[in-house]
């Protein structure tokens, strides 16, 4: 049973930065993509960040340049740190992952709320 438990979500102010964990149990190893998603209140569900076990990098045009994806690939936990946050950012953070390149099966943390507020 692959499990993804997420941490770090929280209220921040306006260009605060907070760090988001995911830690991923169940799947083996080298796990192909691991990957952020959000939604907001009334909003889609839309990619944020998501990376390769290579190392290949994809972000949403509204965070690049101040959002980062990172992993590591032996623990299987990914993270995202989030800096100048603004006010659109709000949203439940979702950690996603697929763990084989051959199978479209994917799989979902709980969410956890990031709330950007002054």
């Known amino acids: 049973q692959v499990q993804l438990v997420e941490s770090g979500g929280g209220l921040v102010q306006p260009g605060g930065s907070l760090r988001l964990s995911c830690a991923v149990s169940g799947s083996g190893s080298s796990i192909y993509l691991m990957g952020w998603y959000r939604q907001a209140l009334g909003k889609q569900r839309e990619l944020v960040a998501r990376?390769?076990?290579?190392?290949?990098?994809s972000y949403a045009d509204s965070v690049t340049g101040r959002f980062t994806i990172s992993r590591d690939n032996a623990k299987n936990t990914v993270s995202l740190q989030m800096n100048s946050l603004k006010p659109e950012d709000t949203a439940v953070y979702y950690c996603n992952v697929r763990p084989r390149i051959l199978s479209n099966q994917e799989y979902w943390g709980q969410g956890t709320q990031v709330t950007v507020s002054s």
């Open positions: 990376m390769t076990s290579g190392g290949s990098t």
